[in-house]
């Protein structure tokens, strides 16, 4: 079946640093994917998402690029602050299972100034 | 406008009670899903609804639970004699469909289940 794999957590970074969190996934066809971000005390959001290969998905400084060739949507950040400490999600779905999604085991990132 | 509300927040329970947990989508949403937060399990699908019928329900671990949806809006879902594995945030989620699958899902603030 389908499945997302993420790095393990915590990660720990200082201030400015960058950022990288590891995604793949293992999916019949060809599925869209996300990734969702849950600040402490606050509720699942969608971050970003790509829904066909080679797409780019991109918001608040964060991006990821649909690799198909690789299964992978790794997210990355050039600087990143204090407020970017959160847990993080990748997750899919696919279109013939009505849009539910898979996450992974979900990243802590904790941002030191 | 306002966004997916779940009700109650918290809830404790003995073991072998009932519970029920709601859950308000966005307006005009038409899917909706049910989801599980554990610090075992991690993000668990639970189920699916378009409008009032649920074609997928290969998430609920056992015949304890269950969810229906009615006027394709609020949803219930029940949990029969609770056991402490059910211990978990209960998350709901809409969209505007399920078909494709791009649109984007709005969670819900979650239940905090708690089974002593």
């Known amino acids: 079946g389908n499945s997302v794999t993420q790095m393990e957590g915590p990660v720990t970074l200082s201030e400015e640093a960058f950022l990288t969190i590891n995604c793949t996934y293992t999916a019949t066809g060809y599925p869209s994917l996300f990734w969702y971000v849950q600040y402490p005390g606050e509720g699942l959001q969608l971050l970003l998402k790509a829904t066909k290969a080679d797409d780019k998905g991109s918001n608040k400084g964060f991006e990821a690029t649909y690799r198909k060739e690789t299964t992978s949507f790794h997210l990355e950040k050039g600087s990143v602050q204090v407020s970017d400490s959160a847990v993080y999600f990748c997750?899919?779905?696919?279109?013939?299972?009505?849009?539910?999604?898979?996450f992974g085991q979900g990243t802590e990132l904790s941002v030191k100034p | 406008g306002a966004g997916v509300s779940q009700s109650p927040s918290n809830k404790v329970t003995e073991k072998g009670k009932d519970v029920e947990l709601r859950c308000d989508p966005i307006s005009g949403h038409t899917a909706l899903y049910w989801y599980r937060q554990s610090l075992g399990q991690g993000l668990e699908f639970l189920i699916y609804?378009?409008?009032?019928?649920?074609?997928?329900k290969s998430g609920l671990p056992s015949d304890r639970f269950s969810a229906e949806r009615t006027g394709g809006s609020v949803s219930t879902l029940t949990i029969q004699r609770t056991q402490q594995e059910d211990s978990a945030v209960y998350l709901c989620?809409?969209?505007?469909?399920?078909?494709?699958?791009?649109?984007?899902?709005?969670f819900g603030p979650g239940t905090r289940l708690t089974v002593t």
């Open positions: 609804f378009q409008g009032n019928s649920a074609p997928d």
């Open positions: 997750a899919l779905s696919s279109y013939n299972q009505g849009g539910k999604l898979i």
């Open positions: 989620a809409s969209s505007r469909t399920g078909q494709p699958p791009t649109y984007e899902q709005y």
